[in-house]
């Protein structure tokens, strides 16, 4: 059962608690990069085993499963999906405590990737339909801020919890003996079933720019189909956010980089990186908010805009900050890549909501999703792994980071601000046939390549 909630305190309590979930998302998610030491001598891995770990451990299974979801999400109750996929996943983390060998977390990894699949789709649609398009990119924004507290939370609190758990050193639960990464996961897992519970104080919102019931079944519009009939307009924002999420990736070496080659310990790193993720993200987001106002009057593109304008930020920064000659320059630079990382992750599903009709805005997103994984978190960890052991030098990992950033960054930033113009023209006739539209319906058939959007 949908419904139209009035209350502005309500809406906004939805974004918040939504927000609360995407945070415990990414707490799980990077928690592993605290205890990559441990594991490695623990189980005797590799870099390109702990690589695997970080990256298609997760993001495989996630690609593979959020675009069915998110088609899923579409035609049942997101919020019920949200629960469901909060249960997989805090017991997948907490599984990962009993873990005595490579292949078992890597299993259970997987099954983290199932389980926060259903997150970014159902959450975002959600905030979308309880939003009009002029408040929609403020409360995506806000929303959006999400990664980066997570993983601020996951590097400072986890920082201190997993430098707790080893001075304790082994446990014993249940006449089983537990070493101090495993502890951590058992611990980490446990909040997520309280949010589950908070999940069913949200109410299904209607959906809003629906696609109007004369021109076609809204049930059966293909996404796929939609979005590479205007492929231009969609690439040009796919390859950006591509870009800044493959960027996001270099925070999970953070552990192995500061301890070899600046002899940093876990608790510093910790402490650090988590301080810059509750500073700079916020700060970032407060950037996405500032370049609603001063980057152009056309609400429509303010999305895209703040992508373009991170992406400047992070690249250059995310390239210098792994080869700086001391810590304290390295820590500065790094500062800086955050905040353009957390201002175009704000940016990107902001401006994917003002090209994309109501009914299908959970499987746009999951598409996206799919998509940006895949260069991200997918093949960036593994290859970064590689190179690290096939050079020969661990401390070479800077070097290796650095030359990743530069691989990725430069052709996306030349992509994004050379097509920009197809993703105006995308927004501009989208917001033109909504507002021709009565009741937040539009009409997939009269806006330009739409001939073929019909499954």
Same mark, same amino acid.
């Given at each position: 059962?949908?419904?139209?909630?009035?209350?502005?305190?309500?809406?906004?309590?939805?974004?918040?608690?939504?927000?609360?979930?995407?945070?415990?998302? !990414?707490?799980?998610?990077?928690?592993?990069?605290?205890?990559?030491?441990?594991?490695?001598?623990?189980?005797?891995?590799?870099? @390109?085993?702990?690589?695997?770990?970080?990256?298609?451990?997760?993001?495989?299974?996630?690609?593979?499963?959020?675009?069915?979801?998110?088609?899923?999400?579409?035609?049942?109750?997101?919020?019920?999906?949200?629960?469901?996929?909060?249960?997989?996943?805090? *017991?997948?983390?907490?599984? =990962?405590?009993?873990?005595?060998?490579?292949?078992?977390?890597?299993?259970?990894?997987?099954?983290? +990737?199932?389980?926060?699949?259903?997150?970014?789709?159902?959450?975002?649609?959600? /905030?979308?339909? !309880?939003?009009?398009?002029?408040?929609?990119?403020?409360?995506?924004?806000?929303?959006?801020?999400?990664?980066?507290?997570?993983?601020?939370?996951? @590097?400072?609190?986890?920082?201190?919890?997993?430098?707790?758990?080893?001075?304790?050193?082994?446990?014993? /639960?249940?006449?089983?003996?537990?070493?101090?990464?495993?502890?951590?996961?058992?611990?980490?897992?446990?909040?997520?079933?309280?949010?589950?519970?908070?999940?069913?104080?949200?109410?299904?919102?209607?959906?809003?720019?629906?696609?109007?019931?004369?021109? $076609?079944?809204?049930?059966?519009?293909?996404?796929?189909? !939609?979005?590479?009939?205007?492929?231009? +307009?969609?690439?040009?924002?796919?390859?950006?956010?591509?870009?800044?999420?493959?960027?996001?990736?270099?925070?999970?070496?953070?552990?192995?980089?500061?301890?070899?080659?600046?002899?940093?310990?876990?608790? $510093?790193?910790?402490?650090?990186?988590?301080?810059?993720?509750?500073?700079?993200?916020?700060?970032?987001?407060?950037?996405?908010?500032?370049?609603?106002?001063?980057?152009?009057?056309?609400?429509?593109?303010?999305?895209? &805009?703040?992508?373009?304008?991170?992406?400047?930020?992070?690249?250059?920064?995310?390239?210098?900050?792994? /080869?700086?000659?001391?810590?304290?320059?390295?820590?500065?630079?790094? @500062?800086?890549?955050?905040?353009?990382? =957390?201002?175009?992750?704000?940016?990107?599903?902001?401006?994917?909501?003002?090209?994309?009709?109501?009914?299908?805005?959970?499987?746009?997103?999951?598409? @996206?999703? $799919?998509?940006?994984?895949?260069?991200?978190?997918?093949? +960036?960890?593994?290859?970064?792994?590689? $190179? *690290?052991?096939?050079?020969?030098?661990?401390?070479?990992?800077?070097?290796?980071?650095? +030359?990743?950033?530069?691989? /990725?960054?430069?052709?996306?930033?030349?992509?994004?601000?050379?097509?920009?113009?197809? !993703? &105006?023209?995308?927004?501009?006739?989208?917001?033109?046939?909504?507002?021709?539209?009565?009741?937040?319906?539009?009409?997939?058939?009269?806006?330009?390549?739409?001939?073929?959007?019909?499954?």
């Amino acid at each position: 059962m949908t419904t139209e909630p009035k209350s502005t305190v309500y809406r906004w309590y939805v974004v918040v608690l939504l927000l609360a979930v995407f945070i415990l998302s !990414y707490f799980d998610r990077f928690i592993l990069s605290l205890v990559v030491g441990p594991i490695k001598e623990s189980l005797g891995l590799t870099d @390109f085993q702990i690589g695997l770990l970080l990256g298609p451990a997760f993001s495989l299974f996630n690609v593979a499963v959020t675009v069915p979801l998110g088609v899923m999400a579409d035609r049942t109750s997101r919020k019920w999906m949200l629960i469901v996929g909060i249960f997989i996943w805090c *017991t997948m983390t907490t599984m =990962s405590g009993f873990a005595m060998s490579f292949l078992p977390l890597l299993l259970l990894r997987l099954g983290l +990737g199932i389980g926060e699949a259903v997150v970014s789709p159902c959450s975002v649609s959600i /905030i979308s339909d !309880y939003f009009k398009r002029d408040g929609r990119a403020k409360a995506i924004s806000l929303y959006m801020a999400g990664p980066y507290l997570g993983a601020g939370l996951a @590097f400072l609190v986890g920082g201190m919890l997993v430098a707790a758990l080893h001075d304790v050193g082994h446990v014993t /639960i249940l006449g089983r003996q537990f070493a101090p990464w495993q502890t951590t996961f058992l611990l980490v897992g446990i909040p997520g079933f309280i949010f589950m519970l908070l999940m069913l104080t949200v109410k299904e919102p209607a959906k809003r720019d629906t696609i109007s019931a004369s021109a $076609a079944e809204g049930a059966k519009m293909s996404a796929v189909r !939609y979005m590479l009939d205007r492929w231009k +307009g969609f690439g040009v924002l796919i390859v950006g956010s591509t870009c800044n999420f493959a960027m996001s990736t270099l925070t999970f070496w953070n552990v192995p980089l500061f301890e070899r080659v600046w002899g940093w310990d876990v608790a $510093a790193i910790g402490a650090v990186t988590g301080l810059f993720y509750f500073t700079a993200g916020p700060l970032g987001t407060a950037l996405a908010l500032w370049a609603g106002k001063f980057l152009g009057k056309n609400a429509d593109l303010v999305g895209m &805009r703040t992508l373009m304008l991170g992406l400047c930020i992070t690249v250059p920064m995310s390239a210098l900050y792994p /080869i700086m000659p001391s810590p304290e320059l390295a820590v500065c630079a790094m @500062f800086l890549a955050f905040i353009g990382k =957390s201002a175009a992750t704000a940016g990107g599903p902001a401006a994917l909501q003002m090209i994309t009709p109501g009914e299908m805005r959970s499987r746009s997103v999951a598409i @996206f999703n $799919a998509v940006i994984t895949l260069i991200g978190p997918l093949l +960036g960890p593994p290859l970064i792994g590689a $190179a *690290t052991d096939w050079s020969g030098n661990p401390a070479s990992i800077g070097v290796v980071l650095c +030359g990743f950033v530069l691989l /990725i960054g430069i052709p996306s930033i030349l992509v994004v601000f050379l097509g920009f113009r197809h !993703y &105006r023209k995308l927004a501009e006739d989208m917001a033109a046939t909504t507002a021709n539209a009565p009741e937040d319906t539009i009409d997939p058939t009269k806006m330009p390549g739409a001939a073929r959007t019909i499954a």
